[in-house]
C-alpha cells in the first residue's frame, strides 16, 4: 500500500510564496507521474500541476508562470513552489502518486492520494 505525506501549506497575503512538499511511502516498484490537485468550497477538484518519472511537466493554464513543479525521485518527493499567489488560489491542495506497487508479481497499479492541507491567500 502507497501511502503519501504531504507538508506546507498556511496562511499567505497575496503576491506572497508557499512551498509544498509530498513524500510516497510504503511498497513502491515504480512511480509514473506525481502531481497537486486543489479542491476551493463549492468547487470541484482541479488539476494544479503534475510531473512523470522523466520530469516533463503539465500547469493549469491558471497557475503556469507563477507555480513550479518539481520532482526527487530517489526519495520519491514532489514539490510544489506557489509564488505570486492569488486569493483565488485558496483551497485545500492534494498531493497525487500513480504508478505500480510492490510486494507483489506482476506489480499493481496505484492511485494514491495524500490528506490534503489547507493553503490561504489573504490579507
Known amino acids: 500500500q502507497v501511502q503519501l505525506v504531504e507538508s506546507g501549506g498556511g496562511l499567505v497575503q497575496p503576491g506572497g510564496s508557499l512551498s509544498l512538499s509530498c513524500v510516497a511511502t510504503g511498497s513502491i516498484y515504480s512511480i509514473v507521474a506525481m502531481g497537486w490537485y486543489r479542491q476551493a468550497p463549492g468547487k470541484q477538484r482541479e488539476l494544479v500541476a503534475t510531473?512523470?518519472?522523466?520530469?516533463?511537466?503539465d500547469y493549469a493554464d491558471s497557475v503556469r508562470g507563477r507555480f513550479t513543479i518539481s520532482r526527487d525521485n530517489a526519495q520519491n518527493t514532489v514539490y510544489l513552489q506557489m509564488d505570486s499567489l492569488k486569493p483565488e488560489d485558496t483551497a485545500i491542495y492534494y498531493c497525487?502518486?500513480?504508478?505500480?506497487?510492490?510486494?507483489?508479481?506482476?506489480?499493481?497499479?496505484?492511485?494514491?492520494w495524500g490528506q490534503g492541507t489547507q493553503v490561504t491567500v489573504s490579507s
Open positions: 510531473v512523470n518519472s522523466g520530469h516533463a511537466t
Open positions: 497525487n502518486s500513480r504508478g505500480y506497487s510492490g510486494g507483489t508479481w506482476p506489480p499493481e497499479v496505484y492511485d494514491a
